[in-house]
């Protein structure tokens, strides 16, 4: 899957914001939380769908639904920020994170994936998202558990 660049007018001015040093932390949420939702928006764009026979007040008619469930990994602080704009559109979502988990024996730690992706159910997920605007959190996130002393190779 090649990248895709948004080049929205709105998309673009909520950016300007969340860089501006001068904006005050209500509204660069609230221009972060925008700018989510824009971006999930264009990233699901071609998610598969189930069609689905539903029942309105006036009579039945099909409808679609999501083919799969989805699952949502925040990468640190700024993938926190992109999740809060993007639950709202797919409240039936598992969130799951990566953690770090220490070692008793030693003074290493090692990451651990989450429970839930491990179980049968969200393998069979629609997209797993990661969420994180830089590239390089998973690399950094695993460079913050500095270490005291050298571990041996596993």
Do not use: Y
């Not at 005050?24 to 026979?53: D, G, K, V, Y």
């Amino acid at each position: 899957m090649q990248p895709v660049v948004v080049q929205h007018p709105l998309a673009q001015c909520h950016l300007a914001a969340i860089r501006a040093v001068a904006t005050p932390s209500h509204q660069f949420r609230r221009h972060l939380n925008l700018l989510a939702r824009m971006l999930f928006l264009e990233a699901t764009r071609e998610l598969p769908l189930q069609e689905i026979t539903l029942q309105t007040p006036l009579t039945q008619t099909t409808g679609s639904r999501l083919a799969r469930p989805m699952v949502f990994v925040p990468i640190l602080r700024a993938g926190l920020g992109l999740l809060d704009g993007i639950l709202p559109l797919v409240p039936d979502a598992s969130v799951a994170h990566v953690g770090i988990k220490r070692n008793e024996e030693t003074p290493c730690h090692s990451p651990t994936m989450p429970i839930c992706l491990r179980t049968s159910p969200v393998r069979t997920c629609s997209c797993l998202i990661p969420c994180s605007p830089p590239a390089a959190a998973p690399a950094r996130a695993c460079a913050s558990s500095r270490r005291r002393e050298p571990c041996a190779s596993r």
